[in-house]
Structure formats: structure tokens, C-alpha cells
T-cell receptor, first 114, second 111 residues
Framework: DAGVIQSPRHEVTEMGQEVTLRCKPI?????LFWYRQTMMRGLELLIY????????DSGMPEDRFSAKMPNASFSTLKIQPSEPRDSAVYFC????????????FGEGSWLTVV | DQQVKQNSPSLSVQEGRISILNCDYT??????FLWYKKYPAEGPTFLIS???IKDKNEDGRFTVFLNKSAKHLSLHIVPSQPGDSAVYFC??????????WGAGTKLIIKP
């Protein structure tokens, strides 16, 4: 399997623009997670889905952030409008719920908002 | 409130010696603990885990120890190799898939 695939790997955008990050989980995995990593706060869970349904979005920082999972093989994290403080690495991860707690991460999307 | 703490931001160890990375937690409900390794520009990768019913789990050069009374776990790497240089994250969960992460410890293996 190719693992969790994220795009874009790097994104530089201007403040106020919309940013869309994409994720393809490992085939067959039924949980999908969006994390954000910053120097100040480390790894933060933003939202997670089970069978395409959002279960907990309490980590989403503001209404500017939204996430969708239209099907089992695709999810998006959208920031609109983006702000410089959103600059971070955003990781998508997935897990097969019956196979223990080992979460597999994508390589991350490095977002810089200027 | 940091439920999982890695108090050492960085650790430097001579190649061939033992590396010990520490992690403390506050929530006694945690029942599963994991260590992940992260190289620059890559996502975290799973390293080793331990259930709360155990106090030790070993996998090759990596051993994780759990002290439930002290709410402390540690990762031992013996012997340390240059490829072990990375950031190590401790994580904990209780009954679901929401992992609570530590801030990470950067391990540097000196030749």
C-alpha cells in the first residue's frame, strides 16, 4: 500500500486566501484524523472521522477551519480565510479500528501564510 | 493542561550508548501508550507501544517501560545508532483512538 497520501506537500499563500489540504487514507482504514503541528503546541488533533462521519471536531481552532470526508478514500481540510498564525504542518493519519491503536501518518502538508 | 509531558526538548547521546527518553502523564485513565519517531519533512512513524496491563515491551533495540504508580514511561534505545537521530513523540489514549501527544524530544546521536 502507498500509505497515507497528502497534497500539497508545500503551500505558500497570502493572508486571506482559501487553502485546501487533501488526504487519501490507507485503503480499508475506517478512521481518519487531521493533526496540526507547531513549535509552540506540538501535535494537536483537529478533527477525526469514523466511516466518513465527523466524530469529534473540538480541536478545530475556529470557524475558519472546516473538514469534509465525502467518501472513504478522500478528505479535505479547508481554511478560509487563512491567517499567518495558521502556518504549520498539517498531518493526515488513518487507522483500521479493529487493528489496535497504531495510527499511520502522511508526510504532511507544510503551510505558510504570509 | 498538558496530560502528556516530555520535559526534555532535546537529548544528545554518544553512538553505541543507551538513549533514554522519558514521558510523564497525568490521566490515570490512559490504557495504551505509544512512541512515534519523526524525521524532518516526514510524518511520524510508529515505533513501539505498551498496554497499561504490562510494564515492559521490547522490540529489538527498543524497549518501553511503564511505571503506572509514577505515571511515567520511558523508551530505551540500545545501542544508539546515527539513524536514531530524530524527534520522538510519546502518546497516550484511553478506550478510543484520540491520542494525546507529548511535545516531543529531539534525540541527537553523536558519532
Amino acid at each position: 500500500d502507498a500509505g497515507v497520501i497528502q497534497s500539497p506537500r508545500h503551500e505558500v499563500t497570502e493572508m486571506g486566501q482559501e487553502v485546501t489540504l487533501r488526504c487519501k487514507p490507507i485503503s480499508g482504514h475506517d478512521y481518519l484524523f487531521w493533526y496540526r503541528q507547531t513549535m509552540m503546541r506540538g501535535l494537536e488533533l483537529l478533527i477525526y472521522f469514523n466511516n466518513n462521519v465527523p466524530i469529534d471536531d473540538s480541536g478545530m481552532p475556529e470557524d475558519r477551519f472546516s473538514a469534509k470526508m465525502p467518501n472513504a478514500s478522500f478528505s479535505t481540510l479547508k481554511i478560509q480565510p487563512s491567517e499567518p498564525r495558521d502556518s504549520a504542518v498539517y498531518f493526515c493519519a488513518s487507522i483500521l479500528g479493529t487493528a489496535g491503536n497504531t495510527i499511520y501518518f502522511g508526510e504532511g502538508s507544510w503551510l505558510t501564510v504570509v | 493542561d498538558q496530560q502528556v509531558k516530555q520535559n526534555s526538548p532535546s537529548l544528545s547521546v554518544q553512538e553505541g550508548r543507551i538513549s533514554i527518553l522519558n514521558c510523564d502523564y497525568t490521566n490515570s485513565m490512559f490504557d495504551y501508550f505509544l512512541w512515534y519517531k519523526k524525521y524532518p519533512a516526514e510524518g511520524p512513524t510508529f515505533l513501539i507501544s505498551i498496554s497499561s496491563i504490562k510494564d515492559k515491551n521490547e522490540d529489538g533495540r527498543f524497549t518501553v517501560f511503564l511505571n503506572k504508580s509514577a505515571k511515567h514511561l520511558s523508551l530505551h534505545i540500545v545501542p544508539s545508532q546515527p539513524g536514531d537521530s530524530a524527534v520522538y513523540f510519546c502518546a497516550a489514549s484511553y478506550g478510543n483512538y484520540q491520542l494525546i501527544w507529548g511535545a516531543g524530544t529531539k534525540l541527537i546521536i553523536k558519532p
